[in-house]
């Protein structure tokens, strides 16, 4: 289990033991939106003590208005009508050296939960509320004060109890304690914080006077002096605990310099819609049939996005100091101070700059209609179409960028002849000549991510593309005439389409290179002439051969040869084993470079029988494979395209993607047309089968020795280990 994984799951893990009494809540997963030494609610207009991880609206500043929260962009929150903020203090590990790493934290889980005998009057949140729970000062376990008792069945109870730790470890459960009582969690260590629930009505105080917790904490009766009742909130918050390298000596501290955890503490801010959170108190935090799920509760399920954490990434640090890494002292000059007795907070000699934080909005989502044209553009939005499974709903032309926008997307594939572009996952562009089977549909209520080079515009969801269609379009193409059509600046003329046996026996059985995005017959003779071969001829639209005897044999009927380039789409690239052979007018190859080209075909590892076990990787070979009915077959994992599509002379090999995969700790490794490489920790899955091995013909393109799978056919290996 990778580090990111682990600490999801424990983020998105219930803790049912803390709650007691009516299931009434919902749950609601949070990203995170900054780091750093920011506190509004302590410090207002300041660098704070100590560093938090904060969830949330990405407005977030020094100082916060309900105005300025409501009016962000977007939130690290799956609720997106929810612009509050939650922050909590950041944990790192003391090694004996004294340095201190930052430990994983995947972000925050915020429970609203329907509590207290007066749960049925329970109030939103006024615009601008803010409080805060917790002691960051404690050492020890404070006996001293405790909740509001009214007698009977609502004794007080100690105030401490607001925070607990639950150790999630696979060898079974462990009760809970109110400090770090253990830290060898193998599934992380959990921090939780429970809010007052009960308020006074007045505006906020730096003391917290203005709100007070139940009697039960979790549950009961509010105070006389605090009447009015609020939802019940809860923190939980992973630590990745056991994905650090622990040593003998060394041990976990909070930021506040707390290593026992009595310290803990969060906060809290109102950024809600206020109609939202009004509806949502009203029909779901008393719903005890919802079980927590955002999606059973309408006012809270028509925001909601599971894309939350790509669409709502963390924010460039707003303190100018190194808080994550490996640190040489905790930023604020906290000091490690074990207790019992209350730490003090210790004033530094200088403080940071600070970068100013742009309050703009409200941000207003480019969300077309169909048939709308893009601004400046032939191209008009068709709504969306289902992508994945074995083949690509636009599988002409391909490309993935991290500034991807609609724009980019539609000008590359009107460049490369095609009338199709869509967008998927965020920063990936598909181009093609038509939909083929798949039907579009109306995708304005759809959950989808924004653009990577551009937040306002959205570019699809995984499996999903958003499609736009360019209305101008006319492709005129090219008719390629036996002994006539030359390119190249006449330097290849067209001989025509000839069938190709395939596998070893190719009709042009010497050098090959493939290209699944740019492929042109132009490239295809570029590549051969290089190599000093007479024959050129490309086939399935992305593949490229070179040779001196051609042994296919030539069909009179030219239409067979009828794939398009994958490079241009005005082109044809032969077909289905079939060539499309071009005549270069060049002087033959010496004998030194036939033998040297011909000579890989004697050596070609057959995985079955000669790259069985790659060698220093531990990997072995399982066979060659479908890619899945749902997904990829290797999914939930590493990807890489380890070599440019546009480079011929490119790099990639079995060996190169064993490293990869090896070094992100993955126990199953795939490699796919010829250049890509998929790793993962469950083996084949999303209905992935295997296949005959011949399936997997592809060269690898760093090495024609060896294979690197085929077209949507992945040549998996396993770790001996797994």
Known sequence: MTISRRVLLGVLAVSSACFHGADAYWRMSCSIIQTGRLDPNISPGEVSAHVHKVSGASNFGLSNTYENLIASQCTSCEVQDDKSIYWTPQLYYQHTNGNLEEVPNGGTVVYYLGRGENRSNIEPFPPGFRMMSGDPYLRSNDTTYFTYSAGGNSGGRLVSDRVSFACLDSSGTIPQQNYMFRTDCNNGLRAQIQFPSCWNGQDYQLDQSHVAYMSGIDNGVCPPSHPRQLAHLFFEVIYGVND???????????????????????????????????????????????????????????????????????????????????????????????????????????????????????????????????????????????????????????????????????????????????????????????????????????????????????????????????????????????????????????????????????????????????????????????????????????????????????????????MKCKG???????????????????????????????????????????????????????????????????????????????TIHSTSTVEKCASYCVGKGYAYMGVEYGQECYCNNDGPFNGATKVAESDCSMTCKGDITEWCGGISRISIYKASNA
């Open 244 to 562: 650090i390298n622990k040593e003998s000596g060394g041990q976990f501290v909070f930021a506040n310099g707390d290593p026992t955890g009595f310290g803990f503490h969060g906060d809290f801010m109102n950024g809600w819609d206020t109609e939202v959170l009004t509806d949502a108190l009203d029909q779901c935090v008393n719903n005890d049939s919802s079980n927590g799920q955002i999606s059973k509760c309408p006012p809270l399920a028509k925001s909601q996005t599971p894309y939350y954490a790509t669409n709502c990434p963390e924010r460039k640090p707003i303190v100018n100091e190194q808080v994550k890494g490996m640190l040489e002292c905790l930023p604020g000059c906290n000091v490690v101070t074990p207790g019992p007795e209350r730490a003090i907070q210790l004033v530094c000699p200088d403080t940071p700059s600070v970068n100013t934080v742009d309050y703009g909005g409200p941000y207003t989502m480019f969300n077309p209609s169909t048939g709308q044209k893009l601004d400046g553009s032939t191209f008009a939005f068709a709504g969306c179409a289902a992508d994945g499974g074995s083949s690509r709903t636009l599988s002409g032309h391909s490309t993935a960028a991290d500034d991807m926008t609609i724009e980019y997307c539609t000008s590359v594939c009107k460049s490369q002849g095609y009338p199709f572009a869509g967008l998927e996952y965020s920063r990936e562009c598909y181009c093609g000549s038509s939909l083929g089977d798949a039907a579009t549909v109306d995708c304005s209520t759809t959950s989808q991510m924004i653009c990577a080079g551009n937040a306002t515009e959205w570019c699809g969801a995984p499996n999903l593309l958003a499609i736009w269609n360019d209305t101008s379009y006319s492709q005129s193409v090219t008719t390629l005439v036996v002994d006539t059509t030359t390119i190249n600046n006449g330097s290849a003329t067209y001989m025509g389409c000839f069938s190709d046996p395939g596998g070893n026996n190719r009709a042009l059985s010497n050098d090959s290179m493939f290209d699944t995005t740019a492929m042109t017959n132009e490239k295809c003779v570029s590549y051969c002439e290089g190599k000093g071969y007479s024959l050129a001829g490309t086939e399935y639209s992305q593949e490229c051969y070179c040779g001196n005897v051609n042994t296919g044999t030539l069909i009179a009927d030219s239409s067979q040869c009828d």
């Open 568 to 646: 241009d789409s005005r082109g044809f690239c032969g077909g289905s084993l079939k060539l499309s052979v071009w005549s270069l007018t060049q002087v033959s190859p010496s004998q030194s470079q036939s033998t040297t080209a011909t000579s890989w075909q004697n050596t070609l590892y057959v995985p079955t029988r000669n790259l069985v076990a790659i060698s220093g990787s531990g990997y072995t070979y399982l066979g060659c494979y479908t890619e899945g009915v749902n997904g990829r077959a290797l999914g939930k994992g590493a990807s890489a395209i380890i070599t440019s599509y546009s």
